[in-house]
Every structure is written in C-alpha cells, then in structure tokens.
C-alpha cells in the first residue's frame, strides 16, 4: 500500500457518459498529480494541484476537469466519454509543489469505455 | 515542448544477463528521476539523480546522469525474473511536473 488511495479501481462506461475518479495523497502530502497511461504509451500528465490550486495542465482535454478539496483528496471528472479514453489513470502525490522529490502514485483507475 | 526520449521500447533477455536502458532529453533537465512499474502494477520510484555526472548504485541497479544533464541511464548487472517490468525515466517539466519517458519494458528468460 503506496498511502495513495485511488477509487474506483475498475470502471466500465458506456461512450457519452460522465464519470469522476477519486485520489487520496498520503497522508502529509498537499501536491496531486494527475497522469493518464494507455495501451503501449508512456504517463502522459494531465493536471497538477497544490494545496487546492492548480498548479500546472498538461495534455488535457476540454473535457477532462479536475479539482482538489479542502481535505486534499482530488477529483478528475471525464465527461462526453469517446472509446479512445479508455486508459489507466494514476494519481501521484508529493509533499511539496516540486518536480524534486519522487512521486508516490496510487494503484490505478482501469477506465473502459464501450 | 519538452521531450524525454527513452529506448529501447522493449528488450528480452535471458536471466543473468545485463540490461541497460537510455533516456535522452531534449532540454537540459534539473534532476532525472526513474520508475519501475511492474505488470499490473503502479509506477514505484527507484532514485533521483541531481548533479551533472553522478552515478548511483542500488544492489545490482547503476543509474548515470550525463555530464550535460541531458542523458541518463539505468544498468542492472545479472537480471533476475523479478526484474520484469517497465523501467521509466521522467525529468522536471517547465512548469514544475514530471515529464516521463515511454518506458522500456524488459522480459527476462528463465
């Protein structure tokens, strides 16, 4: 167990559709980030929040939305699914808003679209 | 915008044979980090490497910084099965995140 607490773990929707991943930073740490792996490709970063704000935004689509609360768990909405979204998606988490210190991800959401 | 470059993709080698993996950056990096993420798996972080020409070794794995900070390498001596997996590199973006190699995925042969 990474202290980075994704859910759900697997997820099955149908195209057009909208969902929300949750991410829970271990304990301690004010910094989320956001990645998305497909088939074959490297972790493309999507969006980066510190502390509630964001920080930095990658490769995000229009339809991809994020944000962090005041307990610092974050959320990352899809909406107008398309078959291409299906993915892995991770969260990361670091305790400072830093590219210097190693990330901690969580276990994953499998994202699958039909 | 800025690219790491890691190669190669994929590699099979037969247990107790060496394994070396590359990252190339297209900008000058602050520090390269690395990754192993095994089937199934999430990415779990290895080691950060810092200063120009530094070489960090854990067990059986060297991690090299090049001297101009745009290149890196991992080297793991005698792969063993629980070496599997895909090794990714990733360097500090512009604005402060991560940026990650593709990953090379290595096998190894019993």
């Known amino acids: 167990d990474s202290g980075v607490t994704q859910t759900p773990k697997h997820l099955i929707t149908a195209t057009g559709q909208r969902v929300t991943l949750r991410c829970s930073p271990r304990?301690?740490?004010?910094?989320v980030y956001w990645y998305q792996q497909s088939l074959d490709q490297g972790l493309q970063f999507l969006i980066q929040?510190?502390?509630?704000?964001?920080?930095a935004k990658g490769n995000i689509l229009e339809r991809f939305s994020a944000q962090q609360f005041p307990d610092l768990h974050s959320e990352l909405n899809l909406s107008s699914l398309e078959l291409g979204d299906s993915a892995l998606y991770f969260c990361?988490?670091?305790?400072?808003?830093?590219?210097?210190?190693?990330?901690?991800f969580g276990s994953g959401t499998r994202l699958t679209v039909v | 915008g800025q690219q790491v470059m890691q190669i190669p993709q994929y590699q099979h080698v037969q247990e107790g044979e060496d394994f070396t993996t590359y990252c190339n950056s297209s900008?000058?990096?602050?520090?390269i980090q690395w990754y192993k993420q095994r089937p199934g798996g999430h990415p779990v972080f290895l080691i950060q490497?810092?200063?120009?020409?530094e070489v960090k070794k854990q067990k059986r794995l060297t991690f090299q910084f090049g001297e101009a900070k745009k290149n890196s390498s991992l080297h793991i001596t005698a792969t063993q099965t629980t070496d599997v997996g895909t090794y990714f590199c990733?360097?500090?973006?512009?604005?402060?995140?991560?940026?990650f190699g593709k990953g090379t995925k290595l096998s190894v042969k019993p």
């Open positions: 990361a988490s670091t305790k400072v808003d830093s590219s210097n210190y190693g990330y901690t």
């Open positions: 304990s301690g740490d004010l910094s």
């Open positions: 929040y510190y502390n509630g704000e964001e920080r």
């Open positions: 900008t000058t990096l602050s520090n």
């Open positions: 490497l810092v200063k120009s020409g």
């Open positions: 990733a360097g500090g973006g512009s604005q402060g995140n991560l940026i």
